[in-house]
């Protein structure tokens, strides 16, 4: 099959930006997205030309380094895929195929279609994690925790941080990612202690880095290729209040 | 007489209480004495981040290197099927010493004892620390921890979170590293990668590193380094490991004195997806659980075209089954790998490139229904017709071997430090507990032993003995010329100027690897890799392209940088395989075979780890440390 591309090439943060046009042809269906960028790259490098610059890693669709927009979509027109997991048949012969990085205040360009996530470790930093040390843990069956919980709890924790529920969002926000991790602990025993301090820190922090407010459209959930559901929200959001409100009446006992 | 002369510096003593009374004997710092020293870790993965942030809450000050963007992208997030841990939930007899067994028998009794049980004793903390962090694992209905069983071993021992345990552990992990950061006692370089150990009076004292972003060469000091660097499959360049997973670091510190042990100790896992054409970029592993159903067979007629489900039963050659009769298409994953290829080589592989075989469920599914068979393996049939497009519900999948885990790496003691003092090597890229061949679900449980309860031991007693820096001494000229020496390599590259991609030499270098130090070696093909190696060299040193500056981001680079060193580690690999001229677990010497084309190990002469001392112009030379097996009997492994 052939296959024209509109590439966004950008060198740094501070560059503009051009989208520019390749075309390959002769291209096997049955090879993923990126090998077929990876033709293009060995094509451009022989040419002497600077190849596209793009983050991937494990190609098995878990590390969560892929992740750009094509056609307009964060990972591609297929279903909880993400991009390294997307095969050429899913384009007919001849097709345009628009591809563009993550965008969003929060995450600058790097180069091309590789972007910066750090303000994803600064909001876990911020309180992601139960404070237990190393060789102060209990016996790990003195605590039990029902079957439906802890599938619960690892649904929401199976988030890869990929960011294209930040990309999906018209206003770019990243509550979908911090409600997972929130999720992910406020539905276990060993989280629930330290969780009115933990959602409140992190979104804070998911504030400071200039992430949008949530209005609930749910493109987030629509396009998360691990289907992180809408409920997370839903549960950061019931967290919060929680959080306020004994934040309110302490002050008020004060 | 074998020469000995490398030593593991294993304490003397009962092996069931060696760890323990070791590790009381050892010198502690309290945290505001800790607070004067700084500590590199390079690779923040399992191992890395673990051994980070127990560092950190010991009250060291710790600078944390990845070459990716976040912690959690490392590859340990891809590990799937578990962790082993001897908790006995089951109550099915297990044991630590049941645990150290099967470890030190399914390495072929190539391991050390000591390390093993260690090993094996510290599994338990490891579930307990990774619960109270709130790590998901699988749970039974009534509200305890679930076990499973996995590869070879007669108890349910494996504990797991779906098909992603890796993802879990790591993200346990990264949490607890996190949070360290958030107290400023971990400062993370992320998109930084190491390229040279510095040494100040023979001790590892700091790093070389290149930014990524900005092409920068830094250097950095530390009182010492701690390496968790993970494996060097992608010398083969197709694996199941990452795109970017390499040995780069490893190498550096090689070159800098590190001795690099059993480099040829590769492993092979039976059950991947084929290649199907050269723009393959990586290998996708299916549970080794679809054994279980899934009954393996080639045609009997070589270069057989007919579809698989026109070929007649009597046509069709299970040679599993055949012969092995007891285990069948269970053998373990050395042996099941090894008569695949033997069968493709007779020219009977299948499908377009015929290095394939089929993987058949027909049998269950019309014993036990289709219905059984898409609940118990639904989600790897999924990802299977993703990747290839066919139905394995209609037709039988095809399968291929792929490398995905290095046992070899750099040497360390009982501590866990390199010949080189000062620096340490934890996880995947050390040599140390698996010998020969590693069981399924034992890597993340050794990233997560030496991560958080070895290292931060025997690091604090290596300090406690040392004065600390207290300052940054990168202005010693011992950094100065490192770096210097970085600088030179990195613009001899960008100065090649030829018409190949990097990626076309490393496919070359992987072919070579591939075909001779691959499933099954042998003494011609060892010496033919040998000499078709420097010419790999030689076209990598004249024929690559990379465009673009080294001052700014650079893909190009950063793979030839890494392709650079795997040229070198095959060379050493091919010395490593040419020397242990016996069979033992994934290292497959066809000279050294039973009548039944079995491994055939050899006690007498190689009942050592091979450890290997780098030379600039000349063969590296072999250092040989013996091992000792005081509590168990050493057997040869038969699964007919």
Redesign the interface.
């Known amino acids: 099959m052939n296959v024209n591309l509109k590439i966004w090439r950008q060198g740094s943060d501070s560059d503009k930006g051009i989208l520019k046009t390749y075309r390959l042809e002769n291209i096997d269906p049955n090879i993923s997205f990126l090998e077929m960028l990876d033709i293009l790259n060995i094509k451009l490098v022989k040419e002497k030309k600077d190849p596209v610059t793009f983050d991937h890693d494990c190609r098995e669709g878990i590390c969560g380094s892929c992740g750009f927009m094509i056609n307009g979509r964060p990972h591609g027109p297929q279903k909880a895929t993400t991009v390294c997991q997307l095969h050429m048949r899913a384009f007919n012969n001849e097709d345009d195929i628009l591809l563009e990085p993550f965008r969003a205040e929060s995450f600058p360009v790097i180069k091309d279609l590789s972007v910066d996530r750090k303000s994803f470790d600064r909001i876990i930093s911020s309180g992601g994690y139960v404070s237990t040390n190393t060789g102060e843990a209990p016996e790990a069956n003195s605590i039990s925790i029902e079957k439906e919980y802890a599938d619960e709890a690892f649904l929401s924790s199976a988030c890869i941080g990929c960011g294209a529920c930040v990309a999906a969002c018209k206003n770019s926000s990243a509550m979908l990612f911090t409600s997972a991790k929130v999720s992910h602990l406020s539905l276990l025993p060993q989280g629930q202690k330290e969780g009115k301090d933990r959602v409140a820190k992190m979104v804070a922090t998911m504030d400071e880095e200039g992430f949008g407010s949530c209005t609930n459209t749910g493109a987030c959930s629509a396009e998360c290729p691990k289907e992180i559901g809408q409920i997370n929200i839903a549960r950061l959001n019931q967290e919060y209040i929680l959080s306020s409100l004994s934040g309110f009446l302490k002050k008020k006992n004060e | 007489m074998t020469e000995f002369n490398l030593f593991s510096k294993a304490p003397n003593g009962e092996l069931h209480t060696k760890w323990k009374e070791y590790k009381e004997s050892l010198k502690k710092l309290a945290p505001e004495d800790a607070n004067k020293y700084k500590v590199i870790v390079v690779g923040t993965g399992l191992a890395g981040a ?1 051994a980070s ?2 560092l950190a ?1 010991h009250g060291f000050n710790v600078h944390a290197f990845s070459f ?8 340990s ?2 590990a799937q099927g578990g962790i082993n841990a001897a ?1 006995n ?1 089951k109550s099915d007899g297990d044991s630590v010493m049941r645990l150290f067994y099967d470890t030190i028998k399914g390495g072929d009794f190539r391991s050390r004892e000591d390390n093993v049980y260690r090993l094996a004793e510290i599994s338990k ?1 490891i ?8 790590v ?10 679930d076990n499973r069983s996995f590869g070879g071993v007669q108890v349910s021992r494996t504990f797991y ?2 098909g ?1 345990t890796g ?2 552990l790591l ?1 346990g992990a ?3 590293l ?2 360290q ?2 107290k400023k006692k971990v400062v ?1 370089y ?1 998109r930084h990668d190491m390229l040279d150990v510095v040494l100040v009076e023979e001790k590892a004292k700091g790093i070389v590193t290149r930014n990524l ?1 900005n092409g920068k060469i830094e250097t950095h000091s530390a009182d010492i380094i701690i390496l968790a660097t993970g494996g060097y499959s992608n010398v083969y360049y197709l694996s199941t490991n ?3 997973s390499n040995v780069t670091a490893n190498w550096r510190a090689h070159r800098k004195g590190a001795l690099f042990a059993n480099p040829s100790f590769t492993q092979i896992h039976p059950t991947c997806i084929p290649v ?2 050269d ?4 290998l ?1 592993l299916m549970s080794e659980s679809l054994r279980n159903d899934g009954r393996v067979w080639v045609p009997k007629k070589k270069n057989d075209q007919r579809k698989p489900t026109e070929i007649p039963e009597e046509e069709r050659d299970y040679y599993l089954e055949r012969i092995y009769p007891a285990f069948g298409n269970l053998v373990p994953r050395d042996v099941a790998s090894r008569r695949a290829k033997e069968v493709c080589d007779e020219g009977r592989g299948i499908g377009p490139t015929g290095f394939a075989v089929y993987l058949d469920f027909q049998k269950a599914i019309d014993e036990k229904g289709e219905d059984f068979i898409r609940e118990k393996y639904g989600n790897l049939f999924d990802m299977y017709q ?4 066919e139905n394995p519900y209609e037709t039988p999948m095809k399968i291929y071997p792929a490398v995905h885990y290095t046992m070899g790496g750099l040497w360390v003691d009982y501590n866990l430090m390199t010949t080189v003092k000062g620096l340490f090597s934890i996880g995947e890229s050390n040599f140390s507990d698996h010998g020969a061949n590693r069981l399924g679900a034992s890597a993340l449980m050794q990233g997560l032993a030496d991560g ?2 070895v290292v ?1 031991h025997t690091a604090m007693d290596f300090l406690a003995k040392e004065a600390p820096l207290m300052k940054d001494i990168t202005d010693r000229p011992e950094f100065k010329e490192a770096k210097d020496k970085t600088e030179s390599e990195i613009n001899r590259l960008m100065s090649v100027d030829g ?6 030499v490393h496919r070359e270098l992987g072919k070579i690897v591939w075909d001779k130090i691959g499933m099954a070696r042998n003494e011609t093909g060892l010496n033919e890799a040998l000499a078709e190696i420097p010419k790999i060299k030689e076209k990598f040193w004249n024929d690559i ?4 500056s080294d001052k ?2 650079n ?2 680079l950063e793979k030839a940088l890494r392709v650079k060193d795997f040229i070198e580690l095959a060379e050493l690999m091919a010395f490593d395989a040419l020397d242990r001229n016996e069979s033992c677990g994934a290292h497959f010497r066809e000279e050294y075979q039973t009548e039944e084309n079995e491994a055939e190990r050899n006690d007498q002469d190689f009942k050592y780890v091979a450890a290997w001392d780098y030379s600039e112009n000349d063969n590296p030379k072999l250092f040989r440390e013996e091992l000792k097996y005081n509590n168990v009997k050493l057997k040869t492994r038969s699964y007919k």
Do not use: W
Request: overall charge neutral; some cysteine.
């Open positions: 673990s942030a127990t809450e990716h963007e976040s912690p959690r992208r490392a590859h997030i891809a908790k939930y903390n579930i307990d620390q990774c619960v109270a962090q709130g998901p694992f699988a749970r039974e209905y009534g509200g305890l921890l979170a779906r992603q993802q879990q993200l990264y949490s607890a996190s949070r950061m958030e993370f992320p972003i990452a795109m970017a199907k054409n723009f393959q970029s990586k996708t993703n990747i290839t497009n958080y309860f931060p018409k190949m991609a990097v990626d076309e392209s990379i465009p673009g700014d981001v893909q190009e």
